[in-house]
T-cell receptor
Framework: QKEVEQNSGPLSVPEGAIASLNCTYS??????FFWYRQYSGKSPELIMS????GDKEDGRFTAQLNKASQYVSLLIRDSQPSDSATYLC????????????FGQGTRLTINP | DAGVIQSPRHEVTEMGQEVTLRCKPI?????LFWYRQTMMRGLELLIY????????DSGMPEDRFSAKMPNASFSTLKIQPSEPRDSAVYFC????????????????FGPGTRLTVT
């Protein structure tokens, strides 16, 4: 059973601090990893993709991938109240190669 | 560029009625995915198409659900007859090809249809 695990939260972070979101996956052969942001009542929005070990930065967002430990994380620097949302981690299914397996999401709240 | 378009945005129907949800993928995308999202079960893949052909429908809950993609710009998800437990938000997502690698896993979601079956 392919699994993507996330802490459901809620994760509460003060404004201006770094928010750290974590995700582990069970399929060692997975190659593609994604973070989606979902505001309440809205659809998931792709914010980061990462394919290689290490860090990938895009503005205030940094995705980190460690395939040996089978975890991927998302760091949000200088957190803003507008970052309050649920963050979904998604990993490609290597058997159903074109599918993504989604975690349950972590609910993040940024406190002003 | 227009994103994924879904209609209707909200649907309220009575148990036993037929429900048809519609999706227009991003132009040029060749893969289309139907998902269902509930608080209890999260985001579940129901079925996906490549080049208008259904590839994997293992997530379709039962025979009451059916999906079609008659052409590259249109897909439907039908529930007949509907039941209260079908109440959820249904998302359509599409995926294109990477100009660099020829393949991309990146999926882009439509706004969703919130279905309520009473």
């Amino acid at each position: 059973q392919k699994e993507v695990e996330q802490n459901s939260g809620p994760l509460s972070v003060p404004e201006g601090a770094i928010a750290s979101l974590n995700c582990t996956y069970s399929d060692r052969g997975s190659q593609s990893f994604f973070w989606y942001r979902q505001y309440s009542g809205k659809s998931p929005e792709l914010i980061m993709s990462i394919y290689s070990n290490g860090d990938k930065e895009d503005g205030r967002f940094t995705a980190q991938l460690n395939k040996a430990s089978q975890y991927v994380s998302l760091l949000i620097r200088d957190s803003q109240p507008s970052d309050s949302a649920t963050y979904l981690c998604a990993v490609n299914d290597i058997q159903g190669a074109q599918k993504l397996v989604f975690g349950q999401g972590t609910r993040l709240t940024i406190n002003p | 560029d227009a994103g994924v378009i879904q209609s209707p945005r909200h649907e309220v129907t009575e148990m036993g009625q037929e429900v048809t949800l519609r999706c227009k993928p991003i132009s040029g995308h060749n893969s289309l995915f139907w998902y269902r999202q509930t608080m209890m079960r999260g985001l579940e893949l129901l079925i996906y198409f490549n080049n208008n052909v259904p590839i994997d429908d293992s997530g379709m809950p039962e025979d009451r659900f059916s999906a079609k993609m008659p052409n590259a710009s249109f897909s439907t998800l039908k529930i007949q007859p509907s039941e209260p437990r079908d109440s959820a938000v249904y998302f359509c997502a599409s995926r294109g090809l990477s100009h660099l690698t020829g393949f991309s896993y990146e999926q882009y979601f439509g706004p969703g249809t919130r279905l309520t079956v009473t």
